[in-house]
């Protein structure tokens, strides 16, 4: 008769795919933390993966391998945008974030990451008739910002949406301080157009945008200096960081 028998499976090569893996991220402020839920998109070339952040760090359910990179590729080109997904307040906008690092194959990724959406920083100085205690009840607002938006992941780029509703964004003041901040989607305002309101003691008061208008810059804190008085209110724009940019002049009004 005819006898059949199955060998067993010989031992053949055993082949490790390593992740890619991220040793660090880092804001220009120093350390990058991250909350539960963030979202990282690391892309390079066409491949992407989503990371989402939990309390052990990002993990993903199909992360990037080195096995698809060329093992003698000494830059590989990466980039990381990381979606802020705590809940904002007033129509503020995530503070995304990304940043690019070009490694050589099976290095880990350190990144610096840079703001992606744009910062308004309300300064108020105390003028004739008012002292700091009495500006410090003083509420801020940023007036008509497009904060509907697109971003591509790739390059960090954030687009305002158009068309989109215009919102009223409101400011957090600054503990101990007469500065008020909100983020925004960066964009450009008309010259003539009412960028911010100060309400105090029953009294509102309208900057608007000057001749050439303001540019908010992905990145950029545009700082706004509103001198206070009874009978008059100055203001004047200036950078600072985030990172620095361009200066802008403003005119106010009292409705």
Known sequence: GIIL????????????FDKVSLSGIETGNGSYTPSVGDVLTLTSNALSATYTYA??????????????FEASATSIPFAAFIEDK??????NAPDHLFGTQSIAFGKALSINLKHAMAQVGITLKPGTGFSEAELA????????????YTANKETGVITPASPGSLKDVSTAKVTNQLVYDAIIVPQQVAAGTALATIALNGQTYTLSADVGGVNFIAGERTKIEITVNKTSVSASFTLSAWEDGNSYQGGVEMD
């Open 5 to 16: 028998s199955k060998a067993i499976w010989t031992v053949g090569s055993t082949y490790t």
């Open 137 to 148: 009840t003083a509420v801020g607002t940023v007036k008509g910002m497009q904060q509907e």
């Open 55 to 68: 309390s052990t760090g990002f993990s993903s359910a199909a992360p990037l391998y080195w096995d698809s």
């Open 86 to 91: 705590q809940a904002t307040t007033g129509n």
